[in-house]
Nanobody, 123 residues
Framework: MVKVVESGGGSVQAGESLRLSCSAS????????MAWFRRAPGKDREKVAC????????STRQSVKDRFTISKDNVLNTLYLQMNSLKPEDTAMYYC????????????????WGQGTQVTVSS
């Protein structure tokens, strides 16, 4: 059974950093494209960043491009999102997704999704 589980969220002050992790089981992160999405209260889900199976291609939301970095650790079979200089508008539930297709996972139609980890940034 495939499972992706997010962790690393929390409550921080503006300007601080967090690193989110997405641990995968039942699939290898180097065989799948993966992505981070977020949903803030009252807003639609939006893509934060996505990365291809071979990690040679990635796409990051413009509003976080200078602050967030997506990466994979194939040995630990884990996806990461390093978030620096956090802002109150980054407050959201963050979700990990995986799919065999880079295009599919980047557009929010990934096959596998986690339950999310909450990030709260106060000013």
């Amino acid at each position: 059974m495939v499972k992706v589980v997010e962790s690393g969220g929390g409550s921080v002050q503006a300007g601080e950093s967090l690193r989110l992790s997405c641990s995968a089981s039942g699939l290898r992160v180097d065989d799948y494209a993966m992505a981070w999405f977020r949903r803030a209260p009252g807003k639609d889900r939006e893509k934060v960043a996505c990365i291809s199976a071979d990690a040679r291609s990635s796409s990051t939301r413009q509003s976080v491009k200078d602050r967030f970095t997506i990466s994979k650790d194939n040995v630990l079979n884990t996806l990461y999102l390093q978030m620096n200089s956090l802002k109150p508008e980054d407050t959201a539930m963050y979700y990990c997704a995986a799919d065999g297709s880079f295009g599919t996972v980047c557009t929010g139609r990934g096959e596998y999704w986690g339950q999310g980890t909450q990030v709260t940034v106060s000013s």
